[in-house]
């Protein structure tokens, strides 16, 4: 019988151990672009190894969510619902966009902040929890063998889940308001995908930081509400005079909140600058939080 399980240690270019009939062998044997293929494949095979765990918590987590509820999952409903309808009160008959283009209908203005805010509740939410997510599965890190790394995946599925709720209403409201939905809407998915792989990354980094200090909890309830008024909600980029109008993308939220506006609300592609600088910078945070993560792996449970 052959095993290979990775051996896990703080280092992402330990040797790989594996177990051929009960005795340990030792992979010295691979080369820099070896390791580095076996670093990007890491937790995706993590992930696929702990997929029924994955799905247990997950689970558990959903069902918690709104526990001793009688209404249940009626609020994650209810909370989009009434944003929705709060910004179309507000800003209804608004005849001119953020974007100083002329609205079409009553409604435009509210589906353009609501496209934004759908953006930049998920990135919140994984904000606020990150910092202390490994405290909550303390006494699973600490007393058993505990995938951590996992737990970064679990709680962005999570929130994921109610910012799949707020983008379908915001369909379903597109389509109602306007009568059409434009073909970009299928792209949604590789928005999300890009978007997810960003927080998970972000949740990795900020989960690691905040097992060595509770000052990270604070700092991010800090600044993500004033990340708010310095992301394109509650206006548009593209007014911005030079040079501001360039140097807002180094706040990583404004091209995930572009793009999705584009796909749903304008119905066009985003621009390719916008979106190859976007997708690096997901990719970028995803491997170097995983990496960080991993740096700090050995660590962790002495902390905890």
């Known amino acids: 019988m052959t095993e290979k399980p990775e051996h896990q ?14 005795e340990s062998v030792i992979d010295g044997n691979l080369g820099p672009w070896g390791l580095f293929i076996r670093f990007l ?37 209810t909370a989009p619902l009434l944003a929705l309808l709060t910004y179309t009160i507000a800003f209804g008959g608004s005849a001119v966009l953020p974007n100083k ?26 904000a606020y929890r990150a910092p202390s997510l490994l405290q909550e599965y303390a006494h699973f890190i600490k007393q058993t063998l505990f995938p951590a790394e996992m737990l970064a995946v679990i709680s962005t599925l999570r929130a994921s889940a109610y910012a799949g709720i707020g983008l379908a209403l915001m369909l379903v409201a597109q389509l ?4 059409s939905l434009s073909w970009t809407v299928v792209l949604l998915p590789l928005w999300a995908i890009s978007f997810m792989a960003f927080l998970i990354g972000l949740t990795w980094f900020l989960s ?24 394109p909600v509650f206006f548009s980029q593209e ?49 170097f939080g995983y990496w960080f993560f991993n740096q700090n792996r050995a660590n962790i449970a002495d902390v905890l």
């Open 239 to 287: 007014v911005l005079p030079a040079p501001l109008n360039v140097l807002i993308y180094a706040n990583v939220l404004t091209g995930f909140v572009e793009i999705v506006r584009d796909l749903v609300f304008f119905g066009r592609l985003p621009g390719i600058e916008v979106t190859a600088w976007t997708f690096f910078v997901s990719m970028s945070m995803f491997w």
């Open 176 to 179: 109602a308001f306007t009568g």
């Open 101 to 126: 283009t002329a609205a079409k209908s009553a409604y435009d203005y509210s589906l353009f902040v609501f496209g934004g805010l759908i953006a930049f509740n998920f990135f919140a939410e994984m």
């Open 208 to 231: 690691a930081l905040g097992a060595f200090t509770r000052d990270v909890s604070y700092l991010m309830m800090t600044i993500a509400p004033l990340l708010l008024f310095a992301t």
């Open 41 to 77: 494949r890491a937790p995706f095979v993590s992930a696929y190894r702990h997929r029924d765990l994955i799905r247990v918590i997950l689970k558990r987590e959903l069902d918690e969510r709104f526990k001793g509820s009688q209404a249940g999952w009626v609020w994650a409903l």
């Open 9 to 22: 240690t703080g280092h992402s270019d330990a040797l790989l151990l594996h177990v051929v009939d009960g």
